[in-house]
């Protein structure tokens, strides 16, 4: 059985997601959902299905206490989904290409620290795109710069607001994330 921890800091809708796919699957189980925020809608929407949750501050995360539960629990996968702080190198060296993030652009367009949610969708009309969509990759020491693994596209017309920018990546994100989390998980066997 593969373990999965999701570390979100907002909504949760892909967490609960995730963990609705995964929710019945005998091979692949999430088993820890953390979040930076206390007041977080993930805390609530993942507690129906009894997945159990932390709460952390970043102090938590850089100075080992986030690791420390990672590895009482036996987690062998990260999984963020809105998650906004940065992950410590010493996560990262323990999960060597064992951490995957989504991102809702198209690496490299948009990416990087403080690009997160409507700040890209914003730019995303700014720059009057003809096509957005999401990124999943692995997560290095920098934001949004680890290997990608795999890329969804959506095409644009004149009309967008930000609202309906978001709805179409969101879709993207919803019906891609845990396809790919499955896939990985199961060629990492």
Known sequence: MKKIAIFASGNGSNAENIVKYFHQNEKIKVDLVGSNN?????????????????IFNKENLMNGG???????????FIVLAGFLLKIPKTIINKYVNKIINIHPSLLPLYGGKGMYGNYV??????????????????????????A????????????????KIAKKV???????YPKIIENILNEQN
Not at 66 to 76: F, M, P, R, S
Request: glycine share 2%; charged share 40%; hydrophobic share 35%.
């Open 38 to 54: 206390s007041e977080a809608k993930v805390l609530d929407r993942v507690s129906r299905y009894r997945v159990p949750t932390i």
């Open 66 to 76: 986030v690791l420390e539960i990672l590895e009482q629990k036996k987690i062998d």
């Open 121 to 146: 969708h914003q730019k995303v009309l700014e720059e009057r795109d003809k096509k957005t969509g999401i990124t999943i990759h692995f997560v290095n020491e920098k934001y949004d710069d680890g």
């Open 148 to 163: 990608i693994i795999f890329q969804a596209k959506c095409l644009l017309d004149d009309n967008l607001t930000i609202k």
């Open 170 to 176: 969101h879709d993207l994100e919803i019906k891609f």
